[in-house]
């Protein structure tokens, strides 16, 4: 029995609920066997209302965990939050060199909780060195702003517009995340495949307990593809995935509710539909 290789190249959320704990945990889900690169150190301040501290790992030590996992012959990886702009170059330089082809980048510019985009000084980098490396992109609709330079999204027209932008910028499918922001009254994704726009829609759960989702969305998206199902079908399914996870989130704590990453599994299928725009 031989098991298919998943890589992230992320960051390490201390809560457990984002970031490479949840990429592992989907991958697992999955059935694929997952590896990582750590590139930053995420902490909570339970004495300062849950503020987080970013803590970068340096960049050599990036590249030799990097330089590790590609040896092992990874069949898929995902990037996450990368956090300075060295590291970004690093790992789209890392990720080019290996040849890997099946490569999903979720552009993290900010914690959960927090108001603003983290790194703005990294979005040039991001465009240059991780979107033409890019099979599938997954912002949400801050990052997707930031990263089609259209500013504040905030209906289904504008997500298509920045996803046709974020595609000419190299990235082969462009996957933009509605998230409560969106002026929908379905919990709505939208996937441009450089010729086609699809609105991928569920029934909204009203919760608090969504930590983790992004990650989730993307980890399931990955390993999907490493398990060889096509790009339109490994996002269906990843949000089918993430949906169940949504549904079944739960409170950790006074400050935050992580999904459940293996309820998909557990629980009956959440219904999706597509709509071809």
Known sequence: MSLK???????????GGAGIQADLKTFQEHGTYG?????????????NNWSHGIHPIPVDTVKTQMTTAFSTGIDALKTGMLPTAEIIQAAGEAIAASGI???????????????EVMFPENVDAMIKYLLPNAKVVTPNL???????RLGR???VEEMQAAAEKIHASGAQFVVVKGGKQ???????????DGEKHYLLTATKTDTDYNHGAGCTFAAAITANIANGQSVKDA??????????????????NQYVGPVMHGAANKFPKTEIEVLEL
Not at 5 to 15: C, E, N, R
Not at 35 to 47: G, Q, R
Not at 101 to 115: F, R, S
Not at 235 to 252: D, M, P, T, Y
């Open 5 to 15: 290789k998943t890589l992230t190249i992320a960051g390490s959320d201390t809560s």
């Open 35 to 47: 590896m990582n690169a750590l590139t930053v150190i995420v902490t909570m301040d339970p004495n």
């Open 101 to 115: 082809k099946d490569v999903v980048i979720d552009p993290v510019m900010a914690c959960k909780g927090e108001a």
């Open 142 to 148: 801050v990052e997707a702003g930031e990263l089609s």
């Open 153 to 155: 999204i905030s209906t």
């Open 182 to 192: 969106l002026k929908h009254e379905k919990a709505a994704d939208l996937l441009y």
């Open 235 to 252: 996002v269906l399914n990843a949000k089918i995935f993430v949906s169940a996870a949504i549904e079944h989130g739960w409170k950790l």
